[in-house]
């Protein structure tokens, strides 16, 4: 049996805490022996692309595997169909 750790990059699991990806899980690779301090991901909602950034927290080690959490950034992202302005006033008909 051989060693291929030698030969492939470090990876880590990205946890995603909250926003559109939450509670999924990834492996990623790191970029200079580090986890990426954001990430950007894309998807398709309601038809449209959409894009969403997220931002590193707290990170720990679990049988030699490391986990990031990463939290959504709303002001980065693009905006979802539904989501309330929370700078717009409510109108009552």
């Known amino acids: ?25 990834e492996h990623r690779y790191l970029e200079d022996g580090k ?5 950007t991901q894309y998807a398709l909602v309601d038809g449209t692309d ?5 931002t590193a927290g707290e990170t720990r080690t679990i049988n030699d595997e490391l986990f990031v959490q990463y939290s959504y950034d709303q002001g980065d992202s693009d905006p979802l169909q539904g989501q309330a302005d929370p700078n ?5 008909l």
């Open 88 to 92: 717009e006033r409510s109108k009552h």
């Open 1 to 25: 049996m051989s060693d291929t750790s030698s030969t492939e990059p470090d990876r880590y699991v990205a946890e995603y805490l909250d926003g559109p990806l939450e509670g999924t899980t």
């Open 50 to 54: 959409a894009m969403f950034e997220y």
């Open 35 to 39: 986890p990426e301090s954001r990430v």
